[in-house]
């Protein structure tokens, strides 16, 4: 089991949010994008039972993490993770099918992956979530162009050291990521450690 000290850190808050923004009385699908070392996804259906989480993951390592913490924490409701590579279509998401999921969870994936990973994080999502689903997303972000505290603008200052293709992106870029595949900002909920998430919901079916 790998240990983040930010996914201990936020977890909580995230789960908060959860909470205030999906049904809690019904059966729903979740995926998480992006599941990391597996700590969120335990911590999120150990909370929320009547959700059935699929953890995915590109990096070989965090996946045997994601497992190590489903067979320390046995629960029916977290399945076995998938390697997933959200810059492909969602055809090549291991077999999961349009318009599956209720949720699709994605936490500190965006600022530290190339573009054509968010460009598929919300091409896949407005495939694969059923209408009126919702994304969340959480991490740091650019609001109109604009980086703030300083230690946001030191952190993508870093980032972008590390990998030029990396970094905050803008809110009012992923708004619009978000309509072209369907989707709308609905709500942004500021965080402490100056993130925030932010839910965009998937139109109705006219």
């Not at 808050?13 to 597996?38: C, D, F, M, W, Y």
């Not at 740091?140 to 946001?152: C, D, E, F, K, L």
């Not at 030191?154 to 369907?182: C, H, T, V």
Request: proline residues 6%; glycine residues 8%.
């Amino acid at each position: 089991m790998l240990s983040a000290a930010a996914a201990d850190r936020n977890k909580g808050h995230i789960l908060a949010v959860l909470r205030e923004s999906v049904n809690t009385g019904k059966p729903l699908q979740a995926l998480e994008i992006a599941s990391g070392t597996g700590q969120h996804v335990i911590h999120f259906a150990q909370a929320l039972r009547n959700i059935i989480w699929q953890p995915s993951e590109y990096d070989r390592q965090t996946l045997a993490s994601i497992e190590a913490y489903r067979a320390g924490y046995p629960m029916n409701n977290v399945k076995p993770a998938i390697h997933l590579d959200v810059s492909l279509p969602h055809q090549y998401w291991g077999g999961i099918q349009p318009e599956s999921f209720d949720l699709v969870v994605n936490i500190n994936m965006i600022h530290i992956s190339p573009m054509a990973c968010t460009e598929g994080l919300f091409r896949g999502a407005g495939a694969v979530l059923k209408p009126r689903g919702l994304l969340l997303t959480y991490g740091p972000y650019a609001v109109n162009g604009q980086i703030t505290p300083q230690s946001n603008v030191d952190f993508n200052y870093s980032l972008r050291q590390r990998n030029p293709e990396w970094g905050l992106r803008d809110i009012s870029l992923l708004s619009s990521l978000a309509q072209k595949n369907g989707l709308f900002l609905e709500k942004i909920v500021d965080m402490p450690a100056n993130n925030k998430c932010l839910l965009f919901r998937k139109e109705s079916v006219v």
